[in-house]
């Protein structure tokens, strides 16, 4: 659907990190996992980006997280670091075929940016009731409130600066019905998927978003 949304609330939620939740428009039927499109025209031109959605459902709000690179960030993601509680933007979406189908095991592994989407799918699986493990790699963490609340709520979660494969070994059970999703750039994924393979997981079973 393509819909003119509102925002509800910004937050900081790690270093160069933001998270932007948005009134959900009349129709809109999201799954944790998938994404949306976001689009305006700054100074005549027009700009258009994808972002993973980061919250458990789409009841009232759903929410996108975003990196903001002070030295790479050009016009939108400045417009999005900018946006305030009552701003609308365009979205079109939802998109993507890999999200949560309420698979009772889930691991997912996350790098950098994709941390968005991890927390929004760990929570939805721990509200469903099931098991959960999140193995997320990145120098400086974002997100780290709520990857405590699942910790604390049962959940295993391992962050890492390094290597993924201890933690991946240690995340993976086997069970026929663990689903693992993986979300970052070209090399995590790379990374993730060797990490799967190592450790006797079906690397082509793998839900996968790649984010360039």
Known sequence: MDATVTVTETADVGPDTVSIAFETPEGFDAQPGQFVKLSAEIDGESYARFYTISSPDMVGEFEITIEIDPDESGPFSERLAALTAGDE???????????????????????????GPAVGIGERVVDDGGELAIVYKDDAPAHEDRLSKLDAAGASVAITDGSITEAVDAALTGHKDEQVFVYGFADFVEEATEAVAAAGGDADAIKVENFG
């Open 89 to 115: 933007i365009e979205m079109s979406g939802p998109f993507g075929s890999d999200y949560y189908e309420d698979e009772p095991r889930v691991v997912v592994l996350a790098g950098g940016p994709g941390i």
